[in-house]
C-alpha cells in the first residue's frame, strides 16, 4: 500500500498532503467554538481527499520515464496549481472576500512571500493558523526538493559550486539517481529536524509569554521565513523583546543549510567558521547594524543626550531588523521604530530592499539572489582588482576558489542578469496593471520576487495599500512569486529543448 502511495504522481502525492492538512484549522477552529470556519475547512478537507483518492485510482499505473524532468514540472505545477485547492477553505471562512483574493492569499503563503490584502483583525483565528501552516509547508518543500531535485540538476544556487558549464545539471538529469527515492530520503530525514526547531521556537515564544496561536504562527513563519502573523509582527506580541532574542537565534537556519545538514559539515559545527554563505551572512548583519547603529548615534548626540540603555536598545532593533529582512522573514522589531525616531532616520527603503534582494542560504527557506552568488561575484571583484595590481599573481584559495572565481562568478552573474531583467519586466508590468507610482511598483516587484511580503508594510514612506491594486497587477504579483520562489534558471530549464529530449 505504501509503495503504492510512493508511486503516485508528485503533484498527487502534494494535493494529498494539502487536503490532509486542512483538518488541523478545522479541528482548531471546532476547539474554540468558530463552527462556522470549522465546517469551512472540514467539508473542504473530506471533497478534497476524496478527490484525491479519486485521482489516485487514475493515476496509480502511470509510468514516468524522466523523473528529473517530471520532478521540475511538478515543483513548478505545486505553486501555480495547489494554491487554487488550498485557496477553496480560506474563500469558504472568509465568506466576505472573493476567489481572487484567497488564490492570492495561498500563493503568498506556499510560496513563503507572506504579503496579504487582510488586516489581522479581519481574519478568524484558524484562518492565521491556515496561512501560517501553508507556509510552513511551503518552507519544508522548498528544503526537500531544493536538496534533491535542484541539487542533482544544479539548479537553485548549487550551480555555483558545481563543476562544468551552467546548464549541464539540467541536460544530464536523466542520469542522476531516482528523484522520488530521493525525496522521500530526504522528506523523512529532514521533517523531524522542521519539526522538531518548530516546536521548539514555538515553546520558547510560549514560555515567553506568548498566546499558544501567536507563538506557533511566528514559529511557522520563522523556519519558513514567511513573516505572517496574526498579530503583525512581533513589535505586537506579550512576550517583548525575550522573544526577539528568541527569534533571532532561529534566523541562523536561514543562513546556511550547513546548520541543519550534519552531513555538509566534515568537522562538524567549526565548520559554518569556513562556511562562505555564513560568514556573509553574520559579516553583513554585523557591519550593516554597526553602521546604522553609529549613525543613529551620530546624528542624536548633537541634539540630545542619549543613555546607554537606549543605545544599546537602537543597536538590538537595528541587528534584529537587518538579519530578519537578510534572511526575507521581513520581521521589524519593537526597537526599531524607537532607534529611528531619536535618529530622524527616514524610511530605509533601500536599506530593506536591498537585503531581501541579497537574501539568505541556498537550500534554504529564503529567497533572493542568495549569499553564495553575492560570495562569488565579491571574490571574483576582488581577484579582478588584485590583477589590476598584479597581473602575473595566481589566485590562492585551491581550486574550489577558482571555481567560484571563474565559473561560480558567471553563473551568478548569469542570474542577477536574470534577477535584474525580471525586476524591470514586473515593475514596468505592475505600473501598467495597477495604480501605483514607480517607488511602489519597485517595493511591490521586489517583494514578490525576494519572497519578502513585509517589504510592502516597512520599505515605503507608506505602507502600500494591496487592496487597491487591480486584479491584473495581482495576478502580475502571484506570477512574480512563484517565478522568484523557483528562480527564473529553473524556469529557463524546463524552457531548454535538449532538457525535453
Avoid at 1 to 29: C, D, H, K, Q, W
Avoid at 207 to 216: E, I, T, Y
Amino acid at each position: 500500500m505504501i509503495e503504492r502511495f510512493y508511486n503516485l504522481p508528485f503533484i498527487v502525492v502534494l494535493m494529498g498532503v494539502a487536503a490532509l492538512s486542512m483538518f488541523g484549522p478545522a479541528t482548531y477552529a471546532y476547539v474554540v467554538s468558530d463552527y462556522a470556519t470549522s465546517r469551512a475547512f472540514l467539508y473542504s478537507g473530506i471533497l478534497f481527499v476524496i478527490f484525491v483518492l479519486m485521482l489516485g485510482l487514475a493515476t496509480q499505473n502511470m509510468r514516468i520515464r524522466r523523473q528529473g524532468r517530471s520532478h521540475l514540472i511538478s515543483i513548478l505545477a505545486c505553486f501555480t496549481i495547489l494554491p487554487v485547492m488550498l485557496a477553496v477553505p480560506f474563500a469558504e471562512a472568509v465568506p466576505d472576500t472573493r476567489f481572487h483574493n484567497a488564490f492570492f492569499e495561498m500563493v503568498s503563503s506556499l510560496t513563503t512571500t507572506g504579503m496579504t490584502l487582510f488586516a489581522p483583525e479581519r481574519l478568524p483565528d484558524a484562518v492565521h493558523l491556515w496561512r501560517a501552516q501553508v507556509a510552513w509547508m511551503g518552507g519544508f518543500f522548498v528544503w526537500v526538493t531544493a536538496i534533491a531535485v535542484f541539487a542533482p540538476l544544479t539548479l537553485g544556487g548549487f550551480e555555483i559550486s558545481a563543476r562544468g558549464r551552467i546548464g549541464e545539471g539540467a541536460r544530464q538529469a536523466v542520469n542522476i539517481a531516482d528523484p522520488s527515492t530521493r525525496l522521500r530520503r530526504y522528506a523523512v530525514r529532514l521533517l523531524p529536524i522542521y519539526a522538531g526547531l518548530t516546536g521548539t521556537l514555538w515553546l520558547a515564544l510560549y514560555v515567553a509569554g506568548d498566546r499558544p496561536l501567536v507563538a506557533l504562527c511566528h514559529a511557522m513563519s520563522v523556519l519558513s521565513t514567511s513573516g505572517i502573523s496574526p498579530v503583525a509582527g512581533v513589535a505586537g506580541t506579550s512576550s517583548g523583546g525575550l522573544g526577539e532574542v528568541i527569534i533571532f537565534v532561529f534566523f541562523i537556519f536561514a543562513l546556511s543549510r550547513l546548520t541543519f545538514l550534519a552531513d555538509e559539515r566534515p568537522e562538524g559545527w567549526r565548520s559554518l567558521s569556513s562556511d562562505p554563505e555564513f560568514r556573509t551572512g553574520i559579516g553583513l548583519c554585523l557591519l550593516l547594524s554597526l553602521l546604522l547603529f553609529l549613525r543613529h548615534w551620530l546624528v542624536s548626540f548633537e541634539d540630545q543626550e542619549i543613555s546607554l540603555f537606549e543605545g544599546l536598545k537602537g543597536l538590538w532593533g537595528a541587528l534584529f531588523t537587518v538579519t530578519s529582512f537578510l534572511t526575507t522573514t521581513g520581521f521589524e522589531s519593537g526597537s526599531w521604530d524607537t532607534a529611528r525616531a531619536w535618529s530622524g532616520f527616514g524610511a530605509p527603503g533601500v536599506l530593506l530592499l536591498g537585503l531581501a534582494v541579497f537574501g539568505g542560504g541556498v537550500a534554504t527557506t529564503a529567497g533572493g539572489v542568495k549569499l553564495l552568488r553575492c560570495y562569488a561575484l565579491a571574490q571574483h571583484g576582488l581577484r579582478e582588482m588584485e590583477k589590476l595590481v598584479q597581473p602575473n599573481s595566481i589566485g590562492a584559495a585551491g581550486r574550489l576558489g577558482r571555481a567560484f572565481r571563474r565559473e561560480g562568478a558567471y553563473a551568478a552573474w548569469v542570474f542577477f542578469m536574470l534577477f535584474a531583467l525580471s525586476v524591470a519586466f514586473v515593475t514596468a508590468a505592475i505600473s501598467l496593471a495597477g495604480a501605483v507610482d514607480f517607488e511602489d511598483a519597485v517595493i511591490l516587484t521586489v517583494a514578490a520576487l525576494s519572497t519578502t511580503g513585509p517589504l510592502v508594510e516597512s520599505a515605503g514612506a507608506e505602507p502600500i495599500q494591496l487592496v487597491a491594486l487591480s486584479d491584473t497587477a495581482r495576478l502580475i504579483l502571484s506570477a512574480a512569486m512563484i517565478l522568484g520562489r523557483l528562480e527564473t534558471i529553473a524556469i529557463i530549464a524546463l524552457l531548454n529543448p535538449e532538457f525535453w529530449r
